[in-house]
T-cell receptor, first 112, second 112 residues
Framework: DGGITQSPKYLFRKEGQNVTLSCEQN?????MYWYRQDPGQGLRLIYY???????QKGDIAEGYSVSREKKESFPLTVTSAQKNPTAFYLC???????????FGPGTRLTVT | SQELEQSPQSLIVQEGKNLTINCTSS?????LYWYKQKYGEGLIFLMM?????EEKSHEKITAKLDEKKQQSSLHITASQPSHAGIYLC????????????FGSGTKLNVKP
C-alpha cells in the first residue's frame, strides 16, 4: 500500500527539549511539506522540499528545522526556540508542485 | 488564512438535507483543492479544480470553480452522517511553489 506515515501519533515533551517528528512516503513523490494546525484554524506551511537535499521555508519556519537526505523521508525538528510548539503537525507529499497533496495521519505534539 | 475565506465556519444539518460550503479569494486561483478531515486525523483529498467554470463530482459531493476562478463551492446532496467532518479548501493563489494556502475549514455535523 502506498502512502504517507507519520510517527508517533502523540508526542509529549518538556519545555526546552528539541523533538523530531518523522514523515515517510512511498509514493515516489518529489515534493514534501510540513504544516502546523492549531484548533479552529487552517493549515500553515512550515517548510517544504521540492527535491532531495533542497528545502525552503514556509510562512512559519522560525523555531523549526528540516532535512531531506532521502526522497522518502522529511523529518521535522521542533527546537526549543519555537515559542508555542504545542500543535497538530501534518506532513504531506505531492508528485510535484501544482499537483494534489496527500497527507499523513498527523502527530499531536504537547509541550509542557 | 486571509487569502482564502471559507463559509460557513460550522454547519449542522439534518440527515438527508443538502448543503453548500464556499471558498472565496480576492485573487485568481490557479488550482483549487478540497479536502476532508476527521478530527485529529490527516486530510483526505476530495477534488481538484483548475479551469474556470469547471465542475467535478464524486458520489454525492460536487465542487465548482467559478468562471473568474476566485470562488469555489462544495455541495453535498442528501447528506449522511458519514459526511461529517471538517472540509478545507486549499489553493495555489500565485503560480509560485510556496504560495499555497488553506482556508480555516468548515465543521460539518449531520444529525441522524
Amino acid at each position: 500500500d502506498g502512502g504517507i506515515t507519520q510517527s508517533p501519533k502523540y508526542l509529549f515533551r518538556k519545555e526546552g527539549q528539541n523533538v523530531t517528528l518523522s514523515c515517510e512516503q512511498n509514493l515516489n513523490h518529489d515534493a514534501m511539506y510540513w504544516y502546523r494546525q492549531d484548533p479552529g484554524q487552517g493549515l500553515r506551511l512550515i517548510y517544504y522540499s521540492q527535491i532531495v537535499n533542497d528545502f525552503q521555508k514556509g510562512d512559519i519556519a522560525e523555531g523549526y528545522s528540516v532535512s531531506r537526505e532521502k526522497k522518502e523521508s522529511f523529518p521535522l525538528t521542533v527546537t526549543s526556540a519555537q515559542k508555542n510548539p504545542t500543535a497538530f503537525y501534518l506532513c504531506a507529499s505531492s508528485r510535484d508542485s501544482g499537483y494534489e497533496q496527500y497527507f499523513g495521519p498527523g502527530t499531536r505534539l504537547t509541550v509542557t | 488564512s486571509q487569502e482564502l475565506e471559507q463559509s460557513p465556519q460550522s454547519l449542522i444539518v439534518q440527515e438527508g438535507k443538502n448543503l453548500t460550503i464556499n471558498c472565496t479569494s480576492s485573487k485568481t486561483l490557479y488550482g483549487l483543492y478540497w479536502y476532508k478531515q476527521k478530527y485529529g486525523e490527516g486530510l483526505i483529498f476530495l477534488m481538484m479544480l483548475q479551469k474556470g467554470g469547471e465542475e467535478k463530482s464524486h458520489e454525492k459531493i460536487t465542487a465548482k470553480l467559478d468562471e473568474k476562478k476566485q470562488q469555489s463551492s462544495l455541495h453535498i446532496t442528501a447528506s449522511q452522517p458519514s459526511h461529517a467532518g471538517i472540509y478545507l479548501c486549499g489553493a495555489d493563489i500565485v503560480n509560485n511553489f510556496n504560495k499555497f494556502y488553506f482556508g480555516s475549514g468548515t465543521k460539518l455535523n449531520v444529525k441522524p
